[in-house]
């Protein structure tokens, strides 16, 4: 079977893209692929808001990872991906469908819980983006979108949930790591192939 991957979503500014960099060095010769890289190269020409940059992003984000689930020299690749999602949607599925078929990859969900002071001060630090890179750094935007709802579960048993208001970004990885060595151990059974229902 192709090697795994796993998908960190969580809050704006709450660690992901550091967490997820941090397990890449215990993954030998895994990729990081964080959602800005799918993000910032269709804003620079479909400005967000306008009529062609959800279709344009939607082409883009597929094209980047079609080659994750079709080329034969990545089957051995462990695949680590960040996002920021309240709900399933056209984006999330993208990435859920790295798991469907006989080629799937089995999909490990992780989320990152902050509390709003400490993902407040992370979100505003010096060097973390806005003109660099798109991320965001508005605190007031960030309450409005925590004010929203939850991020996004899927609810399995490939599924980790970390609060890491007060870890390091290594301990945060290391646990990360922990969690799916272990289930790599266990195996999936039959209902682990199908992924997650959202027929409710």
């Not at 990545?74 to 695949?79: E, G, H, N």
């Amino acid at each position: 079977m192709p090697a795994y991957v796993i998908y960190i979503n969580g809050w704006p500014g709450v660690g992901k893209l550091t967490v997820a960099r941090h397990l890449q060095k215990l993954i030998p010769g895994s990729q990081v692929l964080h959602n800005h890289e799918l993000i910032d190269p269709v804003e620079k020409r479909y400005p967000r808001g306008s009529a062609k940059y959800q279709i344009k992003r939607a082409e883009y984000r597929q094209m980047r990872l079609r080659p994750i689930m079709e080329d034969a020299k990545l089957k051995d690749t462990v695949f680590i991906f960040t996002d920021s999602q309240t709900e399933h949607n056209e984006c999330v599925g993208d990435y859920t469908d790295l798991g469907l078929g006989e080629r799937g990859r089995r999909f490990y969900s992780v989320v990152l819980h902050c509390g709003m002071e400490e993902n407040m001060r992370r979100l505003t630090m010096s060097g973390r983006g806005g003109s660099l890179n798109g991320k965001l750094t508005d605190g007031e935007v960030l309450k409005e979108y925590r004010s929203r709802g939850s991020i996004l579960r899927f609810g399995d048993d490939d599924e980790v949930e970390i609060d890491v208001t007060d870890i390091e970004p290594e301990e945060a990885s290391r646990r990360v790591y922990g969690f799916v060595e272990r289930r790599e151990r266990e195996g999936r059974t039959e209902v682990d192939w199908d992924g997650p229902d959202y027929s409710i």
